[in-house]
């Protein structure tokens, strides 16, 4: 096997031949720059130019070497992701599935991904600042934008590039691309009401996140267009023992509701379990029987806004939200990945209007 060691201008030479970028150039008759430009995938070459150089290049055995590259062309060929919710990316496959699309987009391009999770919002901008003091990274993915959210201005002001998943930002700092979160909502609305139900409870995450004020502001506008007989909403910090006591709650009222929506599978499945206790318990103690041998059928109908093999592997199924999140996380990166070769890139794009995918806890009508 030929060895190769550095040779000094971003690349790894045969020892023998000290084949270099210089080489490259004088072969094709072009700039050492337009090689640098084709070899790093930068704008301001043709793509037959690139075609050609790394086609030579692979010839002689000559591949870009990481460290000389990033330090040739200031890129640290990494993309940061700072979530300050660390818990949900532990508990939901959503996020885990969003950022397995990142990775997959931006390692095609040789970009490494670098996870921080944050506990909060104060320590992720923190995150970002020494990022970009150090020069870590060359970019990074918002999720989860807030009312009066400060990161977007704080990039734009520390010149670090971004893209958010999810928005739009109100002041078009950062591109973005997003769910239709209303238009879902109205999706899962349509189909309860048609199964009859007028009594819907909504129990949602963080009311601080701008997706959940506009699931709640499509469901309240829902229920006042259709005249339901009760609209309840809450919010949990998607705290799965706040679900279960809400539920509760609602449940031991004289008008219980008919229908549940819960803002993740793990809310839905923790409720479900607890509903299923106390309807078992009421059954069993009206007809003088055993709790444990019964299963009631008379389930509130229950709908999640995320999808899982939880929702899948609970009985009854749960209702549930499809969204490729692999493919939305995949998509948010080639928006990053264009922002940062030096395309033109700007405002919010809806893409990916979710699936509802009707399983056993919604099949029942309302009599």
Not at 291 to 319: G, M, W
Request: glycine fraction near 6%; proline fraction near 4%; include cysteine.
């Amino acid at each position: 096997m030929t060895a190769f060691e550095d040779d000094g201008r971003g690349g790894k030479a045969s020892s023998a031949s000290r084949f270099t970028l210089k080489d490259i150039a004088d072969e094709l008759g072009i700039s050492q720059t337009a090689v640098s430009f084709a070899i790093n995938d930068r704008p301001g070459v043709s793509a037959e130019t690139k075609r050609r150089v790394k086609q030579l290049a692979a010839r002689h055995g000559w591949s870009p070497v990481y460290a000389a590259q990033a330090l040739g062309s200031s890129k640290t060929m990494t993309i940061g992701f700072a979530p300050s919710r660390s818990s949900d990316v532990q508990n939901e496959t959503f996020m885990l599935h969003f950022m397995a699309g990142l990775h997959s987009s931006l390692s095609r391009k040789g970009y490494g991904l670098l996870y921080r999770p944050c506990a909060s919002l104060k320590e992720e901008t923190g995150v970002y600042r020494d990022w970009a003091r150090r020069k870590r990274v060359d970019g990074v993915i918002l999720v989860d934008l807030r009312s009066d959210d400060p990161r977007p201005a704080m990039l734009k002001e520390l010149g670090v590039a971004a893209v958010l998943a999810g928005g739009p930002d109100a002041y078009d700092l950062v591109p973005s691309l997003s769910i239709d979160d209303s238009r879902t909502m109205e999706t899962i609305l349509d189909h309860l009401s048609l199964l009859g139900h007028t009594r819907i409870a909504y129990i949602s995450g963080d009311p601080a996140l701008d997706y959940s004020k506009e699931r709640e502001k499509t469901f309240l506008r829902f229920a006042e267009q259709r005249h339901l007989e009760s609209a309840r909403v809450e919010f949990t910090d998607f705290d799965t023992d706040k679900a279960v006591e809400l539920t509760q709650r609602f449940l031991a009222s004289s008008q219980p509701p008919t229908a549940f929506i819960y803002e993740t599978e793990i809310l839905a499945a923790s409720s479900l379990r607890s509903i299923t206790e106390i309807l078992v318990a009421k059954s069993a103690l009206a007809n003088g029987e055993d709790a444990s041998r019964r299963y009631p059928f008379n389930l509130p109908a229950i709908v999640s806004f995320e999808d899982s093999f939880i929702c899948e592997a609970s009985y009854p199924s749960i209702t549930a939200v499809h969204r490729d999140a692999g493919e939305y996380g995949a998509k948010v990166a080639n928006l990053l990945l264009k922002l940062l070769a030096g395309e033109q890139v700007s405002g919010n794009r809806k893409i990916l209007t979710p699936r509802l995918i009707i399983r056993e806890s919604t099949k029942n009508r309302v009599a």
